[in-house]
């Protein structure tokens, strides 16, 4: 009998939810989205749970909203998909690799204890190969140094600890949906929080926006993508909408207002008046 390096287990119960959530033309971040948020908080026991695109935004939304100082240092496992050091990397932070627990793969608490120094901003612990771990001590070691810790839990949807399911017991836990993991989908992950002190900005800064072409030549044919209209009374205009069912939304926020981008701004009234 030939095994398998993997086998999505997808129940007909998965197919219809899918296919309703495709034949109901709302396929990004919606109602749905919305509820499997609900679901995997409760699931887990975790207050809150913000959906990203992948285990890696988890990771690294995670780190951003810490606002640790440029250069510093996050410990976390050498044996775990890269991702999860690049975006050490892109965050401006330093990668610090500690060695394992060869019975567990997990991190080694006496290992990331040796590591931690005063410019330790984070600590991000695989729970490897689904979630064996047979302690909590990351929390307690890096707690000491005034580090946080954000859990890895790629491989742990569904493990558990003492009862509690993995997922709960700190403040970041990074999710992945991957085709491959315990609960495949297409793409995806989440972040699963210890409290809800980060939550709106986790859930502004996931958000991402493209610009699109404001004049449509004569020998151009739309895709019809967005029906755009520019009012004086913009507010004004989206409550009548809404009161005669029709949904409407802003594009987009000028890019130059961006606290990012300050010291690159110029006038731009055209791109002002339409915001």
Not at 169 to 175: D, E, L, V
Request: hydrophobic share 40%; aromatic share 6%; glycine share 8%.
């Amino acid at each position: 009998m030939r095994v398998p390096l993997f086998r999505p287990a997808i129940r007909e119960g998965a197919v219809e939810a899918a296919a309703r959530v495709l034949r109901s033309g709302w396929i990004g971040s919606g109602p749905v989205a919305e509820a499997f948020e609900h679901a995997f908080a409760e699931y887990v026991g975790a207050p809150s749970c913000v959906a990203v695109s992948s285990c890696t935004a988890a990771l690294q939304l995670a780190l951003r909203v810490l606002n640790l100082p440029e250069g510093a240092e996050v410990i976390t496992s050498p044996v775990t998909f890269v991702s999860a050091a690049q975006v050490i990397v892109q965050e401006g932070l330093r990668p610090v690799f500690t060695d394992v627990d060869p019975e567990t793969g997990n991190l080694d608490v006496e290992s990331v204890r040796a590591r931690l120094t005063d410019r330790t901003g984070a600590v991000i612990p695989l729970r490897y190969g689904g979630g064996r771990a047979t302690s909590t001590s990351w929390y307690e070691a890096a707690g000491k140094a005034g580090a946080t810790i954000v859990e890895d839990c790629a491989h742990a949807a569904g493990a558990a600890y003492k009862g509690r399911r993995i997922g709960s017991h700190g403040s970041f836990h990074a999710f992945s949906f991957n085709a491959v993991k315990n609960l495949p989908a297409p793409g995806g992950g989440a972040l699963t929080l210890g409290s809800d002190e980060h939550e709106a900005r986790l859930r502004r800064l996931r958000v991402l926006g493209l610009r699109l072409l404001r004049e449509v030549e004569p020998d151009r044919t739309s895709s019809n993508h967005l029906f755009c209209v520019l009012a004086e009374e913009r507010d004004s205009l989206v409550e009548r909408l809404r009161e005669a069912g029709v949904d409407s939304s802003v594009h987009y926020r000028p890019n130059d207002t961006y606290e990012l981008f300050e010291e690159q701004t110029s006038p731009a009234p055209s791109a002002s008046r339409a915001e």
